[in-house]
């Protein structure tokens, strides 16, 4: 239900703000302030989005909790399309998203009412001693046989 009423009313708040804007600055000054957002908006994802690559890579390689990584860059995702959206309120939110300090404010206020139950990392197990991964067999080398075989596989019989 509350999706249903987001679309129905981000669009007319947007519409009632570019009324109001090129109402008292003009239509041209309203376009450039929209394709200026654009770019800037593109601008700053290409930048901070590639600097939480960066933070999400390096905290699989480290074996630490890649949570706020992964919500961080999920957050300039969300705000690169906002800025690519026609609009001042989407404007205005993808804006405010591409704030480390307020991503990190509503990564804090998502995962105060998420239940977290437990995170483990295997970072001091060796998988090279698991045992649970050894498969004992024999094997014999084929190449080595007398009698040449007739079949291009060698394993198949007439």
């Keep these: ?4 009423i987001a679309f129905i009313a981000i669009p007319l708040i947007e519409i009632v703000l ?3 804007v090129g109402g008292a600055i003009g239509l041209p000054s309203t376009l450039l302030i929209v394709i ?3 770019i800037l908006g593109t601008f700053l994802l290409k930048n901070q989005g590639s600097q939480a690559f960066s933070r999400i890579t390096s905290s699989f390689q480290k074996l630490t909790d890649p949570s706020e990584a992964l919500a ?3 957050m300039i995702i969300f705000a690169g399309a906002l800025l690519l ?3 001042f309120l989407t404007d205005i939110i993808g804006l405010s998203l591409l704030i480390p300090y307020v991503r990190l404010m509503v990564f804090k206020w ?3 009412r998420l239940n977290i139950n437990k995170f483990t990392s295997n970072q001091n ?3 090279h001693n ?3 991964n050894v498969i004992d067999g024999e094997y014999f080398d084929v190449s080595q046989e007398k009698g040449g075989n007739k079949n291009p596989s060698g394993w198949t019989k007439d």
């Design 125 to 127: 197990r060796n998988p």
């Design 36 to 38: 200026f957002t654009a």
């Design 85 to 87: 959206t026609p609009g």
């Design 110 to 112: 998502v995962r105060s």
């Design 1 to 4: 239900m509350w999706l249903f």
């Design 72 to 74: 961080n860059g999920a």
């Design 18 to 20: 570019f009324i109001q």
């Design 130 to 132: 698991n045992q649970e």
